[in-house]
């Protein structure tokens, strides 16, 4: 059997697990800038 590298894997999550409703899921939900950033940071 032959073992391949593992890709590399990276966790990025919110600060809270309570999402509110309305505006305030912005404050804590993830950005797609920050999903983005942390995609390109594992290339």
């Given at each position: 059997m032959?073992?391949?590298?593992?890709?590399?894997?990276?966790?990025?999550?919110?600060?809270?697990?309570?999402?509110?409703?309305?505006?305030?899921?912005l404050?804590?939900?993830?950005?797609?800038?920050?999903?983005?950033?942390?995609?390109?940071?594992?290339?």
């Amino acid at each position: 059997m032959i073992l391949l590298p593992r890709p590399p894997v990276q966790r990025v999550a919110s600060e809270d697990s309570f999402i509110p409703l309305g505006d305030a899921a912005l404050t804590v939900l993830l950005s797609e800038e920050t999903i983005h950033d942390a995609a390109v940071s594992m290339i």
